[in-house]
């Protein structure tokens, strides 16, 4: 079942303290789930969820994980001791360690009697190139490699994938709906570009199949962030079928 417009968009809590992080959630009342990557949980670590599950918060922990799958398991039952709900890690690290981690997410979710967390495979970093493939003995396909470690994703049994906009309309019709899809590089027309480079309207990305949004500085860097967050909504609420 697709998620309400409003718990689509992530929020990316790219801040580097806990204060910092705290402060925007505070400023975010309706907004649902918020991410945290590599830079604030290497500076703050799993003290900084706490707070945002006082808050009600749901968490998703981009730390983009891959070692063997002993270690890649364990930090999944560690993070989701936790409270997170959703958490990503490399395709790349192959079957059996999405397999063990999926494994462990089962388990987690049926320890707490919850609901399953959502673990997603992250196919190729958008910030490689056919080239930077061939360089680590990969094709220089990256549309296949995609679509490659996608299928692998689904095989080992995770829940979905991480993946730029532009992946997503071919990643729909090679998986269906078996795939949960998430994805960042979002712009609503009144934003700004930024760094980001092929970008997607909320709407547009939703249209093309996306059920996740991360969405950073066109929120977080409006004057008012809870303002901005509610205008997305409202932008894909209206452009529904
Ligand atoms: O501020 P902005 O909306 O560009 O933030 C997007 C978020 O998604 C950031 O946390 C960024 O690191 C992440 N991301 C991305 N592009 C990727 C992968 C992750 O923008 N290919």
Redesign the pocket.
């Known amino acids: 079942m697709s998620p309400a417009n409003a718990d689509r968009i992530i929020i990316?809590l790219?801040v580097q303290t806990k204060e910092e992080a705290i402060a925007l959630v505070g400023r975010l009342p309706d907004a649902r789930t918020f991410?945290v990557?590599l830079e604030l949980f290497t500076a703050e670590g799993p003290a900084l969820f706490r707070p945002l599950k006082v808050l009600r918060k749901d968490i998703f922990l981009?730390l983009k994980l891959h070692d063997i799958p002993n270690t890649v398991s364990g930090a999944v039952r560690s993070a989701l001791k936790h409270g997170v709900q959703m958490m990503t890690l490399h395709a790349s690290g192959g079957r059996d360690m999405m397999a063990r981690a999926a494994e462990a997410a089962r388990a987690a979710a049926g320890e707490a009697s919850g609901p399953k967390p959502l673990l997603l495979g992250v196919t190729v970093?958008?910030?490689l190139k056919g080239s930077d493939l061939g360089e680590i003995g990969q094709g220089e396909d990256v549309a296949a490699q995609v679509l490659r470690l996608a299928g692998l994703v689904k095989a080992a049994g995770l829940d979905g994938v991480?993946c730029?906009p532009r992946e997503i309309e071919a990643l729909r019709r090679e998986f269906g709906r078996e795939l949960v899809i998430v994805t960042?590089?979002?712009?609503p027309v009144w934003a700004a570009a930024?760094?980001?480079k092929r970008i997607m309207t909320p709407a547009e990305a939703v249209a093309a199949g996306a059920d996740y949004l991360?969405?950073?500085?066109?929120i977080?860097?409006a004057p008012s962030p809870n303002e901005a967050f509610l205008r997305i909504v409202e932008e894909l609420d209206q452009s529904r079928p």
């Open positions: 990316a790219d991410k990557g981009d970093l958008t910030s991480v730029s960042p590089g979002i712009r930024q760094d980001q991360v969405i950073g500085r066109p977080t860097g």
